[in-house]
C-alpha cells in the first residue's frame, strides 16, 4: 500500500515548455486534489476532482488543465510553464460519502520554471 | 469567507520544553479541524483532527489539540518537545460535505538542544 505517489520528484523547466505532473492513489479514494506550496502562503487548491469523471477549479487555477483518467490517477498540466509557476505541487486524495474526513498527501514535486 | 490563520511564522524552543502552536479559524458551518506536520522535503502527515465530542483531541507523537469554540482556535500543544519535532506544522478547516480543506500559512518549528 503506497498511499499518493507523484512523480517526478523534481523538474526544471524552460519558460513555455510544458510538461505533466502525475499523481496516483491505491487508497480507492473518490476525491483527488492537487495544491500548490510556496513560502509564506501555505498550500492552495488548484484543482479537485470529486469523483471519477468530474473536475473542479480551486484557488489558483490559471495556468493549469487536470485530467482525472481513472479512479486512481489525476494528472495536472501545464501547457507553458512560467516562473511564477515555480512552486512545489502536493496532490492529495480522501474518501466521501462520509464528511470531514482528512486528505493523503503525496511526497511532493518541486518544479522550477527558469 | 473561510480563512485560517497561523499567527507565529517560526517558533523555536529548546528541546524539553513545552510547546503550543495557534491556529484561528473563521468558518460558516461547523468545522472540521485538522493538524499536518510537513518534515523538510517531505509531504503533509495528519497529526490529529477534530470532528465532534471531546474538545481536546489526542494524535500522534504526543500531540493534543484543544478546541474552543468561543474563542474559534484549535491551538496544538506538546509537553516536552524532541530534536525530530522540528518541522512546518499546518492547520486546517474543513467542513461537512464540503470538499476542499482551507490551510493556514503553517509555523515553522525550529528545536534547539
Known amino acids: 500500500n503506497a498511499g499518493v505517489t507523484q512523480t517526478p520528484k523534481f523538474q526544471v523547466l524552460k519558460t513555455g515548455q510544458s510538461m505533466t505532473l502525475q499523481c496516483a492513489q491505491d487508497m480507492n479514494h473518490n476525491s483527488m486534489y492537487w495544491y500548490r506550496q510556496d513560502p509564506g502562503m501555505g498550500l492552495r487548491l488548484i484543482y479537485y476532482?470529486?469523483?471519477?469523471?468530474?473536475?473542479d477549479k480551486g484557488e489558483v487555477p490559471n495556468g493549469y488543465n487536470v485530467s482525472r483518467l481513472n479512479k486512481r490517477e489525476f494528472s495536472l498540466r501545464l501547457e507553458s510553464a512560467a516562473p511564477s509557476q515555480t512552486s512545489v505541487y502536493f496532490c492529495?486524495?480522501?474518501?466521501?460519502?462520509?464528511?470531514?474526513?482528512?486528505?493523503?498527501f503525496g511526497p511532493g514535486t518541486r518544479l522550477t520554471v527558469t | 469567507a473561510q480563512s485560517v490563520t497561523q499567527p507565529d511564522i517560526h517558533i523555536t524552543v529548546s528541546e524539553g520544553a513545552s510547546l503550543e502552536l495557534r491556529c484561528n479559524y473563521s468558518?460558516?458551518?461547523?468545522?472540521?479541524l485538522f493538524w499536518y506536520v510537513q518534515s523538510p522535503g517531505q509531504g503533509l502527515q495528519l497529526l490529529l483532527k477534530?470532528?465532534?465530542?471531546?474538545?481536546l483531541v489526542q494524535g500522534i507523537k504526543g500531540f493534543e489539540a484543544e478546541f474552543k469554540r468561543s474563542q474559534s482556535s484549535f491551538n496544538l500543544r506538546k509537553p516536552s518537545v524532541h530534536w525530530s519535532d522540528a518541522a512546518e506544522y499546518f492547520c486546517?478547516?474543513?467542513?461537512?460535505?464540503?470538499?476542499?480543506?482551507?490551510f493556514g500559512t503553517g509555523t515553522r518549528l525550529t528545536v534547539i538542544p
Open positions: 476532482s470529486a469523483s471519477e469523471g468530474t473536475t
Open positions: 477534530y470532528f465532534s465530542g471531546d474538545t
Open positions: 468558518y460558516g458551518a461547523t468545522p472540521y
Open positions: 492529495a486524495s480522501r474518501e466521501t460519502g462520509v464528511w470531514g474526513l482528512e486528505q493523503y
Open positions: 486546517a478547516v474543513g467542513a461537512m460535505g464540503a470538499n476542499n480543506l482551507f
